[in-house]
């Protein structure tokens, strides 16, 4: 019968170590080193498939879902993840929804027929209830927040050596990593016209209003605070709405989330975030950016204490398309740091915090 590979070596060690008795030893120490790589060796070949199709599925699974952009935060931060995320993204099928066919870009689905492929989330606008400084206030009245007037046209200025704390409510990092703490605790305000957000961000808010109106410029709130069931209800329908267009489920929820924040990775539903667009330009699109509101706000909003959360040139960061309407209180504070260094809030984490 013919001998094995292993037979023969160890015939041929035992016959080396039989001549020579210094070599026994080593001989022995040899044979089990070639031995040991041998049915390793051995042992992956025969189990080829098995650890191509594990690897195969380790590397869709990274390249392929935006969650697991958590890893590489965890472990690096967010700013020295960027480049390995972006290399993922350029080796992936991933595309970002700004670069697909269909490019829907308000942030919010409205009631109706969403079975209806007639049905387009980028410019109907039925519905959405859309409050300016004036359905707000009473015709002509000056808001003045309670306790006194506060200085309605600069930021305070950060005092040198300013330190942030992580758990101050208004740097609160909420997105698809982190999700809404399951003890996290609010009190809704109410403005006059029923706007609901945090109480301690209205009077901000309204100063940030009346500022831009005594410029010239008409804002108006749509989309503050969401209930869970709600923001659920938005990201279903926009999955729905996506499938009608041909998308698989899986395509559908990919290119919603990131147009539309998971649920319960909301902050839309903690009262700290609101989509701001004008009386005369309501449909919440890029174009937005482009338009007086636009300009005012992304020049002018950090004296009040807010920042644009999704700006042009983050998406590899934030997960979510670069959205003009969409901000986020975050204090006068650090919202300046953030104008001014041209940061987003995972970024000011990531050096702050």
Same mark, same amino acid.
């Given at each position: 019968?013919?001998?094995?590979?292993?037979?023969?070596?160890?015939?041929?060690?035992?016959?080396?170590?039989?001549?020579?008795?210094?070599?026994?030893?080593?001989?022995?120490?040899?044979?089990?080193?070639?031995?040991?790589?041998?049915?390793?060796?051995?042992?992956?070949?025969?189990?080829?498939?098995?650890?191509?199709?594990?690897?195969?599925?380790?590397?869709?699974?990274?390249?392929?879902?935006?969650?697991?952009?958590?890893?590489?935060?965890?472990?690096?931060?967010?700013?020295?993840? !960027?480049?390995?995320?972006?290399?993922?993204?350029?080796?992936?099928?991933?595309?970002?929804?700004?670069?697909?066919?269909?490019?829907?870009?308000?942030?919010?689905?409205?009631?109706?027929?969403?079975?209806?492929?007639?049905?387009?989330?980028? #410019?109907?606008?039925?519905?959405?209830?859309?409050?300016?400084?004036?359905?707000?206030?009473?015709?002509?009245?000056?808001?003045?927040?309670?306790?006194?007037?506060?200085? @309605?046209?600069?930021?305070?200025?950060?005092?040198?050596?300013?330190?942030?704390?992580?758990?101050?409510?208004?740097?609160?990092?909420?997105?698809?990593?982190?999700?809404?703490?399951?003890?996290?605790?609010?009190?809704?305000?109410?403005?006059?016209?029923?706007?609901?957000?945090? @109480?301690?961000?209205?009077?901000?808010?309204?100063?940030?209003?009346?500022?831009?109106?005594?410029?010239?410029?008409?804002?108006?709130?749509?989309?503050?605070?969401?209930?869970? *069931?709600? !923001?659920?209800?938005?990201?279903?329908?926009?999955?729905?709405?996506?499938?009608?267009?041909?998308?698989?489920?899986?395509?559908?929820?990919?290119?919603?989330?990131?147009?539309?924040?998971?649920?319960?990775?909301?902050?839309?539903?903690?009262?700290?975030?609101?989509?701001?667009?004008? *009386? #005369?330009?309501?449909?919440?699109? !890029?174009?937005?950016?482009?338009?007086?509101?636009?300009?005012?706000?992304?020049?002018?909003?950090?004296?009040?204490?807010?920042?644009?959360?999704?700006?042009?040139?983050?998406?590899?960061?934030?997960?979510?398309?670069?959205?003009?309407?969409?901000?986020?209180?975050?204090?006068?504070?650090?919202?300046?740091?953030?104008?001014?260094?041209?940061?987003?809030?995972?970024?000011?984490?990531?050096?702050?915090?």
């Amino acid at each position: 019968m013919k001998k094995t590979f292993r037979e023969k070596l160890i015939l041929k060690f035992t016959h080396i170590a039989r001549k020579n008795k210094m070599l026994h030893y080593p001989c022995l120490a040899a044979l089990s080193v070639i031995l040991g790589a041998y049915h390793v060796c051995r042992h992956f070949v025969t189990n080829t498939k098995r650890y191509a199709s594990v690897a195969f599925v380790i590397i869709f699974f990274m390249s392929s879902c935006s969650f697991s952009f958590a890893v590489f935060a965890e472990k690096t931060g967010f700013i020295k993840a !960027q480049e390995t995320y972006s290399a993922i993204i350029e080796d992936s099928d991933i595309v970002l929804a700004i670069e697909t066919e269909v490019e829907p870009e308000d942030h919010m689905l409205l009631e109706g027929d969403e079975n209806s492929l007639e049905y387009n989330p980028k #410019t109907d606008t039925t519905g959405v209830d859309v409050y300016t400084l004036d359905d707000i206030l009473e015709s002509g009245e000056q808001y003045q927040p309670e306790g006194g007037s506060e200085d @309605e046209g600069e930021s305070e200025e950060t005092e040198e050596g300013y330190v942030f704390d992580s758990t101050d409510w208004r740097l609160i990092l909420i997105n698809k990593q982190h999700p809404i703490p399951a003890d996290y605790d609010f009190n809704l305000g109410r403005t006059k016209d029923n706007i609901q957000c945090d @109480e301690r961000i209205i009077d901000d808010l309204l100063l940030m209003m009346q500022a831009a109106k005594n410029d010239g410029i008409s804002l108006a709130i749509q989309s503050p605070y969401r209930t869970f *069931d709600r !923001q659920e209800s938005n990201f279903n329908k926009r999955i729905k709405y996506y499938m009608g267009q041909g998308m698989s489920y899986m395509d559908a929820y990919k290119t919603t989330s990131q147009v539309i924040t998971v649920p319960g990775c909301s902050e839309h539903e903690v009262g700290l975030a609101l989509d701001i667009t004008s *009386d #005369t330009f309501q449909p919440l699109l !890029q174009e937005f950016a482009d338009t007086e509101e636009g300009k005012w706000l992304a020049e002018h909003s950090h004296e009040y204490g807010f920042t644009l959360r999704y700006p042009p040139d983050k998406e590899y960061i934030t997960s979510i398309e670069f959205e003009p309407w969409h901000f986020r209180y975050v204090g006068r504070e650090a919202a300046k740091i953030m104008y001014e260094e041209n940061i987003c809030l995972e970024e000011f984490w990531d050096k702050y915090l």
